[in-house]
Every structure is written in structure tokens, then in C-alpha cells.
């Protein structure tokens, strides 16, 4: 069955540093592949779309990989901030309107 | 623009009663998605609507679910009768009619059946 891996422990950086995450996935072919925010009591919020033809995308100091031959995805913030805190989200398309697939998330928590 | 809107934020009901869930969606969404999740899981997807057509209802988890969009604007999700296991938060979601456009959601209706 499709599985999709985030590694469900929080992640603690200190402010300042890049904060690296990891979405894995077994058993999908996605199409496109997607990194929400989501903070306590809010539904989840968009960040970066990334194409299976794209290797990397940027946006400010986010920045996403994409990764088809081993099946993963590593989504990084450089220069944390306190305000990064929060649960990040990878989500899978096989395209088309077809059902986005979310995985557990990765609670990041940046020290000041 | 306003964002998605979900009536109630909490709702708290006893097994057996049943529950009615709203979403206003983005004004000229025409896709409109509803998303559950259960405590210590990841997000579920539940069902998709385009306009007021039902195009996904994979996700749905038995009958006891009935999701409507009259009209394609809002959508309402009931739940009749509730039970334990339904508890969690359900999420509305809505994106333009454009492929792979980005999911929009809604803070989400806190259900918890006791």
C-alpha cells in the first residue's frame, strides 16, 4: 500500500541554523509533491509545489528537492526563526485533480 | 480574499446523535474537499467535490457519512449517528479549477463523540 514517511519525532534547531526535513514514500508514483505549514488549532497552509521533472524549487528561504529515483523529498529552511515553528507537512498527487495524500508531519521547534 | 470557513469549530455530542458540519469555500472554488483527522494519524482524505459533483468519495468511511453541496457553493458533511471512533478534526479544503492547484483550508471542526 502507499505509505508516506516523515519523521513524526520533533526536530529541535537552534535560530539561525538550516532546518533540514525528510519525506519518504513507498509504493506512489506522485506526480507533484507538496510541503504545507500547520500551526496548533489552524489547518494546514500551503508552501511550495514541486514537480516529479523538477529537481529543486526555492521560495525566500525555503527550499524543496525532489528526489523520484530514491523516493524522497527534503524540504529546508535556512536562517530559522522562532516564528518557523511549527508542524510541516508533505503531501503526494498523482496529478490531475486527483487526491492529495498528506503524511503525519514533522513538528520543528527553533530555539532562540 | 476570505479564506475557507467552517462552522462549528468544536462540537461535542454523545454516541448515537447526529452532527452536521459546514464549509464555505474560497468565492469561485470550484473544487471543494473534505479531510479528517484522527488523533496520532496523519490527514485522510474523505471525499472531493467539483461544483456540486461528487468526483472522489473514496475516502468516506461507511455510510454513516453524507456529504452535500448544493448549488456548488457550500458543503455540509453529517455524521448520523455518531460514534466513538469518528472523533477528530475534519478539515474542508478548496482550490481553484486549475490542475494541481494549492489546497486552501479551513481551521477545521473539532468532533468529539463521548
Redesign the interface.
Known amino acids: 500500500s502507499q505509505k508516506i514517511e516523515q519523521n513524526s519525532e520533533a526536530l529541535n534547531i537552534q535560530e539561525g541554523k538550516t532546518a533540514t526535513l525528510t519525506c519518504n514514500y513507498t509504493n506512489y508514483s506522485p506526480a507533484y509533491l507538496q510541503w504545507y505549514r500547520q500551526d496548533p488549532g489552524r489547518g494546514p497552509v500551503f508552501l511550495l509545489l514541486i514537480r516529479e521533472n523538477e529537481k529543486e524549487k526555492r521560495k525566500e528561504r525555503l527550499k524543496v528537492t525532489f528526489d523520484t529515483t530514491l523516493k524522497q523529498s527534503l524540504f529546508h529552511i535556512t536562517a530559522s526563526q522562532p516564528a518557523d515553528s511549527a508542524t510541516y507537512l508533505c503531501a503526494l498527487s498523482p496529478g490531475g485533480y486527483q487526491k492529495v495524500t498528506f503524511g503525519i508531519g514533522t513538528k520543528l521547534q527553533v530555539i532562540p | 480574499e476570505a479564506g ?1 470557513t467552517q462552522f462549528p469549530s468544536h462540537s461535542v455530542i454523545e454516541k448515537g446523535q447526529t452532527v452536521t458540519l459546514r464549509c464555505d469555500p474560497i468565492s469561485g472554488h470550484d ?1 471543494l ?1 473534505w ?1 479528517r483527522r484522527v488523533m496520532g ?5 474523505l471525499l ?1 467535490f ?1 461544483k456540486e459533483s461528487k ?2 468519495e ?2 468516506m468511511p461507511n455510510n454513516r457519512f453524507l456529504a452535500e453541496r448544493t448549488g456548488g457553493t457550500y458543503s455540509t458533511l453529517k455524521v448520523q449517528p455518531a460514534e466513538l471512533e469518528d472523533s477528530g478534526v475534519y ?1 474542508c ?1 478548496s482550490s481553484q479549477g486549475r ?2 492547484s ?7 471542526t473539532r468532533l468529539t463523540v463521548t
Do not use: C, M, R, T
Not at chain 2, 494519524?41 to 482524505?45: L, V
Not at chain 2, 494549492?102 to 477545521?108: R, T, V, W
Open positions: 475557507v473544487n474537499y479531510y494519524k496523519e490527514i485522510k482524505f472531493h467539483v468526483q472522489d473514496s475516502g478539515f479544503a490542475e494541481h494549492p489546497l486552501h483550508f479551513g481551521n477545521g
